[in-house]
């Protein structure tokens, strides 16, 4: 725990919690929000063409373009991430909630990286999707879901920060 205390005492994790600038706490806040509306967002479009939710005879392979523009939105949420738990460190550290968001996430991005296999399939456009890719799009989906909702809970599950 004096791990997570001296990380709050630094200037940075300081400035983020206690700082009345929109660019401290409210701009990570936001950020976050922006960069995980990436990640979820393109995995969720990709997902739903695995899923055949998608337009008859329409191009998945496109989709592969998504991943540049999720794995900015990720380390966009790795960086706010890091800061918004540096500002309260002692409070995350023993919450399970946010716990159980890591534990998505990590499934959630190894979900990503096996999905971006999936477009190596020369046939993808041209026939069914493999059957290992529904799962892993079903995976995807519980995952970034299973994120959301659990970062949105450590709000209000858990230890309360100053308590």
């Given at each position: 725990?004096?791990?997570?205390?001296?990380l709050?005492?630094?200037?940075?994790?300081?400035?983020?919690?206690?700082?009345?600038?929109?660019?401290?706490?409210?701009?990570?806040?936001?950020?976050?929000?922006?960069?995980?509306?990436?990640?979820?967002?393109?995995?969720?479009?990709?997902?739903?063409?695995?899923?055949?939710?998608?337009?008859?005879?329409?191009?998945?392979?496109?989709?592969?373009?998504?991943?540049?523009?999720?794995?900015?939105?990720?380390?966009?949420?790795?960086?706010?991430?890091?800061?918004?738990?540096?500002?309260?460190?002692?409070?995350?550290?023993?919450?399970?909630?946010?716990?159980?968001?890591?534990?998505?996430?990590?499934?959630?991005?190894?979900?990503?990286?096996?999905?971006?296999?999936?477009?190596?399939?020369?046939?993808?456009?041209?026939?069914?999707?493999?059957?290992?890719?529904?799962?892993?799009a079903?995976?995807?989906?519980?995952?970034?879901?299973?994120?959301?909702?659990?970062?949105?809970?450590?709000?209000?599950?858990?230890?309360?920060?100053?308590?």
């Amino acid at each position: 725990m004096a791990f997570f205390e001296w990380l709050e005492t630094l200037f940075f994790s300081q400035w983020v919690r206690e700082s009345g600038s929109l660019m401290a706490f409210p701009m990570f806040l936001f950020s976050h929000t922006l960069g995980m509306s990436m990640v979820a967002g393109g995995s969720t479009l990709i997902s739903f063409a695995f899923l055949g939710l998608w337009p008859k005879g329409g191009a998945i392979k496109p989709l592969e373009r998504l991943y540049p523009m999720m794995w900015f939105g990720f380390g966009v949420n790795a960086f706010t991430g890091i800061g918004l738990f540096c500002a309260d460190a002692t409070t995350r550290a023993v919450n399970l909630d946010f716990w159980i968001k890591l534990v998505f996430v990590a499934v959630g991005v190894v979900a990503l990286v096996r999905m971006r296999k999936v477009f190596r399939n020369p046939v993808l456009d041209n026939g069914p999707v493999p059957p290992g890719a529904k799962t892993l799009a079903w995976v995807s989906l519980v995952c970034w879901f299973g994120a959301i909702v659990a970062g949105r809970l450590i709000a209000y599950v858990g230890p309360v920060a100053g308590v």
